[in-house]
């Protein structure tokens, strides 16, 4: 079983960068689909983007792509999430999941093992 902690998040200005860090331990990452997820007030948790080193594949969801960078440290067992030219519906707290398997990779109930979120506030 792998356990996830999160780090990074704050208050930034639109148009300004954070970038988020999801440490994992107990297993090596590079063994799961790590997801990053994000649950604004009042809202559903939203897919953000998803990242296998194995595999060798990320994908995003549109709101986020050409904005946000998902990336993996295998010797730090840390996966991060770079948010540039950041907008104020970003707000949320932004979760960092892990999956057993990449199927479905954009539903937050095929992920098994969830940090527990780091706030992201954007003001404009």
């Known amino acids: 079983q792998v356990q996830l902690v999160e780090s990074g998040g704050g208050l930034v200005q639109a148009g300004g960068s954070l970038r988020l860090s999801c440490a994992a331990s107990g297993r090596t990452f590079s063994s799961y689909v790590m997801g990053w997820f994000r649950q604004a007030p009042g809202k559903e948790r939203e897919f953000v983007g998803a990242?296998?080193?194995?595999?060798?594949?990320?994908y995003y969801a549109d709101s986020v792509k050409g904005r946000f960078t998902i990336s993996g440290d295998n010797a730090k067992n840390t996966v991060y999430l770079q948010m540039n030219s950041l907008k104020p519906e970003d707000t949320a707290v932004y979760y960092c999941a892990a999956a057993p398997s990449s199927s479905y990779y954009w539903r937050a109930n095929k992920y098994d093992t969830w940090g527990q979120g780091t706030q992201v506030t954007v003001s404009s």
């Open positions: 990242f296998t080193r194995s595999g060798g594949w990320t």
